[in-house]
């Protein structure tokens, strides 16, 4: 290791390479990224002297272009969305003329949304440090004193928040804010890309909500939208706030040269469910390249996906230089996740920055916004859900402008998989669009409640509470209030929808609906967090390890009367993933096409779910352990799906029978989960699947991919709408895998209830190439 001085990243990978078993070859693919120079422009005339000079003193003697176009548009009072990359400063295309705005009258208003209040915090110390007189910023979340909030209310004129707290705490409130209200010039909302599936659908009815309360004010703010780069920004940041936006996307800020090397782990001896083979985990194989990188005086960056695979990766990389006679390393390895207080993130941050931490292991809590330049390496240890992440993650190496090595470390899964063996996959395709919708009926019956209390809902608003805006999205949001009048919730008078409650309905905003389960320490009674009633089951049933803020916990006891679940502490050597068996019936078809012999269609599903048992695995490397059978209600879901479907004499035509057909069509659904997050920004976890020799509503073998939230949140639609793409890049998955007859990196899924019996991947194949022979 030479201290203070880190080698190319070709060298560097080449260094890590060095510490691989013998024979193994897990570098599938390095793709050589070349360097980009900046495209300054200057500052506009219209910042005022105030507002620029604490930036130059800062070292911005100019600025990028892309941050001028996104300030320009918001100037002129157009709303816009700058997509860029990571370290592309697209905090200055909001920042400048909001702060332009407040040094002319300070008496205007702004509101900045963060997902997080992290992130809200994080923002709040970077408009601090400008040191403006006429800027008083202030956070009102959660954690806001309740001496404070006043102050806040009157006084404040940039307000930091989440939408959680602008759904339940200002909005409702909103004579207590008209002041801030009326006067309000502009909506930040950052990071918008990560509003999507259910969350971003109540995100986007929120923000429909502070419209209206502003009109009734007399005010028309300006939103600002930051988002990562993602495919169509504009045409998904106007559904998300409901009115026309502008894109600024052309990124102008440098970038050193990056290397970015896919790593597939190697299989083991070790054996998994029916015998299939297991790979070397990603979070074992990251924690070797974590350490090798701190040998070699790389500052490095590891993306973990839990809180405790980040603290495991961390400590794995400390054995490993321990092993390696290096202990004077060992302080110089962290971890970094949610949970810290903030002088603890604060001290990380800077100690990663400085160079006196070389390596930390980290959740998506430092994906967001938190400002880490110059490092050497960062790992991904596993596809972060989206391209879009990806990128983010992979967009905190060599942020200054210096050169830099990327590792993405494969999971054994069949996404990952497809990955390392297809470059094109990551390096030649748009990042996908945000997936969210705003007329799903289990979120805009809620809102639409939440809307009338505020203020009685006009005939003439109907359009703006709807995706489209136009007469079938104005019929949707009709039939929606209709049954809300029928149910007594609202009364129809001929000036709208007037409330008719005394309680005000609890709306998370988060969550799926229903009661969360309190998770209760049984020893002590105290209050460890809340479950989403719909994940309960597979969460936190009996024997399951629950993790709080990385401490990990044993379920005892699940009671869903009550909707308590105890746990004692614990940390116990494996992990726990629910098993689950699946019903589905077909409601609705909404569109159905033929192609020869194949149907597709898309449609609303009835889907009955049972959680059955769980299995427990080895922790570091996978191991199947046992599964313990649960007795647990089943449970209903009205949801959206995509299926598809083939007559069985077709099937028989191709050698598979009416006793092969079952473990062919499973495998194939197994797949195709595992392959949408590729195509629709959602997780696994965020979808299911069933798959049937015989459905009774198609009466043909089929396949179903169902969205897992009440009423859908548009993976399954997205997943209709990409078909052919989706389905190939799941054929190609399967191809790729070296095993022989299926494993956890193709076919076999971690939460199959039916134990990932029958499996065939032959048949999966035959199966989906009939299927794509079929389609356009």
């Known amino acids: 290791m030479i201290e203070g001085r880190v080698m190319d990243p070709d060298t560097l990978l080449a260094r890590v390479l060095l510490g691989v078993t013998p024979g193994e070859s897990p570098v599938t693919h390095v793709e050589s990224m070349p360097a980009r120079p900046a495209v300054n422009a200057p500052w506009p005339d219209w910042v005022p002297a105030a507002v620029r000079e604490p930036f130059v003193a800062r070292g911005v003697d100019e600025l990028w272009v892309h941050q001028v176009a996104a300030a320009q548009a918001a100037r002129s009072g157009a709303s816009v969305v700058v997509a860029t990359g990571t370290a592309s400063g697209k905090s200055l295309g909001y920042q400048l003329p909001a702060l332009s705005a407040l040094a002319e009258d300070d008496r205007r208003r702004v509101l900045y949304l963060a997902p997080t209040k992290a992130l809200a915090q994080d923002q709040l110390g970077s408009l601090a440090r400008l040191q403006l007189p006429f800027l008083r910023a202030a956070t009102f979340d959660g954690d806001t004193p309740t001496a404070e909030r006043d102050w806040v209310r009157g006084h404040a004129n940039w307000v930091l928040t989440n939408p959680d707290m602008l759904h339940r705490g200002i909005l409702p409130a909103h004579g207590r804010w008209s002041s801030f209200l009326r006067r309000l010039s502009f909506v930040v909302v950052d990071e918008c890309h990560t509003y999507r599936g259910l969350f971003g659908s109540h995100v986007a009815q929120v923000l429909r909500r502070l419209r209206r309360i502003c009109a009734q004010y007399g005010s028309t703010p300006t939103f600002v939208l930051a988002s990562a780069t993602v495919s169509e920004p504009a045409r998904s940041a ?11 996307t052309e990124d102008a800020s440098p970038h050193g040269a990056r290397s970015f090397a896919l790593w597939e782990p190697p299989l083991t001896a070790l054996r998994g469910e029916h015998d299939a083979p297991v790979r070397r985990s990603a979070g074992v194989e990251t924690s070797r390249i974590l350490a090798d990188l701190v040998v070699e005086g790389a500052r490095t960056l590891a993306f973990v996906r839990s809180r405790r695979g980040a603290e495991l990766t961390a400590l794995g990389a400390a054995r490993h230089l321990t092993e390696a006679s290096l202990p004077a390393l060992v302080p110089r390895v962290a971890a970094y996740r949610a949970g810290y207080l903030p002088e603890e993130r604060r001290a990380l941050e800077a100690a990663l920055g400085s160079g006196e931490l070389l390596g930390v292991a980290a959740t998506n809590a430092l994906e967001l916004g938190v400002d880490i330049s110059g490092l050497d390496a960062v790992v991904l240890a596993g596809y972060p859900g989206t391209l879009a992440s990806l990128w983010q993650q992979a967009g905190r190496a060599g942020r ?21 063996h297809h470059p094109a996959a990551v390096f030649g395709r748009p990042v996908e669009a945000t997936v969210f919708d705003p007329q799903n009926s289990y979120v805009l019956a809620p809102q639409l409640c939440c809307a009338a209390i505020e203020l009685p809902i006009r005939p003439d608003e109907l359009a703006a509470f709807s995706a489209s805006g136009d007469d079938a999205g104005v019929a949707a949001v009709t039939a929606v209030l209709e049954d809300l009048v ?27 609906g229903g009661r969360p389960v309190s998770v209760v320490e049984a020893g002590t009674g105290t209050l460890i967090g809340t479950v989403d009633a719909g994940a309960a089951d597979s969460t936190v049933h009996p024997g399951a390890v629950y993790l709080h803020r990385g401490s990990p916990y044993v379920v005892e006891d699940l009671d869903l009367d009550e909707r308590v679940a105890l746990v004692r502490p614990d940390d116990p050597p494996w992990t726990t993933t629910a098993r689950d068996v699946t019903d589905i019936a077909i409601v609705h078809t909404r569109t159905s096409r033929r192609y020869g012999p194949l149907e597709v ?131 190609e998955a399967i191809a790729a895998c070296e095993c022989v007859n299926g494993c956890p990196s193709c076919v076999q899924s971690p939460k199959c209830g039916n134990g990932n019996e029958p499996l065939s991947k032959p048949g999966a194949l035959t199966v989906l190439d009939l299927v794509l022979a079929e389609l356009p």
Not at 492 to 498: L, N, Y
Not at 656 to 667: M, Q, Y
Not at 672 to 680: K, Q, R, S, V
């Open 486 to 512: 029928a149910r007594g919730l609202l009364r129809r008078r001929p000036a709208g929808w007037f409330w008719t409650q005394h309680d005000r309905p609890d709306v998370d905003i988060r969550g799926a």
């Open 400 to 420: 200054s402008g210096t050169n830099a090595l990327v590792v993405f470390v494969a999971r054994d899964d069949p996404l990952d998989t497809y990955l390392v």
């Open 601 to 731: 269609a898309y449609g609303s599903v009835e889907v009955t779910n049972q959680v059955v048992g769980y299995l427990r695995r080895r922790l570091g490397t996978g191991e199947l352990i046992d599964e313990t059978p649960l007795d647990l209600p089943a449970r209903q879901l009205r949801t959206s799906a995509v299926w598809y479907s083939l007559p069985q004499d077709v099937l028989d035509g191709v050698g598979l029978d009416v006793t092969l057909v079952p473990g062919a069509v499973h495998a194939a659904e197994h797949a195709a989960i595992g392959l949408l997050p590729l195509f629709a920004t959602c997780d696994r976890w965020d979808i299911g699947g069933v798959s049937t020799a015989l459905h009774p509503d198609t009466g043909r073998p089929t396949v179903f991919v169902y969205d897992g939230h009440p009423g859908g949140a548009g993976f399954a639609e997205r997943g209709h709408a990409t078909l052919a793409g989706w389905l190939t890049a799941t054929r």
């Open 238 to 248: 106007a559904r998300l706030v409901g009115m026309p936006v502008e894109e600024v």
